[in-house]
């Protein structure tokens, strides 16, 4: 398994402020992820958090209103940009270990969840 | 088509029932299949991983048809504490999730 820690772990926003996630994890990781995961929806992957490169963004997703870094191999950050009540989501970030028979198994951290206001 | 269909919910089950849920991918190329389950205002936790001979744990079975492209977990005896949504994960080149099902179980 893996721990995973996010904070903050909920926050109120005012619209058109902007919000940092930080994503620890207990060791050493290539890749993180980030995905969203809005009210009643399915969880959707907004980027690849590269160590020692940019972020690698899915389609629907653009740098300059999620930026994001990943300044070493154990950790992370996501920013939420010029914030509407649009953006009022869970924000999870996540990483993948390998598991015994199946491949690489995806492991969450325990979920920021961001109102917009 | 959605990439990965979840039977729509809720399934609203009393205890000791058996309740069963599927969920069709359409890429045949996909290559891992997983059951995560989420609980309310949590984060989703991998419940179990699904082979291609199906596998059981405990009170759960999941099983693949790779032919007609679904999965299914079957839950048997449910308890109190199963209530909580069920996710589909398809892997292959992407990972896709299901929009999950939605499970009550009932004293």
């Known amino acids: 398994s893996a721990v995973i820690s996010q904070k903050p772990s909920r926050d109120i926003c005012q619209r058109g402020t902007s919000l940092t996630i930080q994503c620890q994890v207990d060791?050493?990781?290539?890749?993180m992820f980030w995905y969203r995961q809005q009210p009643g929806q399915s969880l959707t992957l907004i980027a690849t958090?590269?160590?020692?490169?940019?972020?690698?963004?899915e389609s629907g997703f653009v740098i300059d209103k999620f930026p994001i870094s990943r300044p070493n191999l154990t950790f992370s950050t996501l920013t939420v940009s010029n914030m509407s009540p649009e953006d009022s989501s869970i924000y999870l970030c996540s990483v993948e270990r390998q598991g015994a028979n199946s491949g690489n198994t995806i492991y969450f951290g325990e979920g920021s969840w961001l109102t917009v206001v | 088509r959605k990439e990965v269909e979840q039977d729509p919910g809720p399934f609203n089950v009393p205890e000791g029932a058996t309740v069963a849920f599927n969920c069709t991918y359409s890429?045949?190329?996909?290559?891992?299949f997983f059951w995560y389950r989420q609980d309310c205002r949590k984060e989703p936790k991998l419940l179990m991983s699904v082979y291609s001979s199906g596998n059981e744990d405990g009170r759960f079975t999941a099983q693949l048809n790779r032919a007609s492209q679904y999965i299914s977990l079957l839950i048997r005896d449910s308890k109190l504490s199963d209530s909580a949504t069920y996710l589909c994960v398809v892997r292959g080149f992407k990972t896709i999730f299901g929009a999950g099902t939605r499970l009550f179980v009932k004293a």
């Open positions: 890429n045949s190329a996909s290559q891992s």
């Open positions: 958090a590269n160590q020692g490169s940019e972020a690698t963004y």
């Open positions: 060791s050493q990781v290539t890749m």
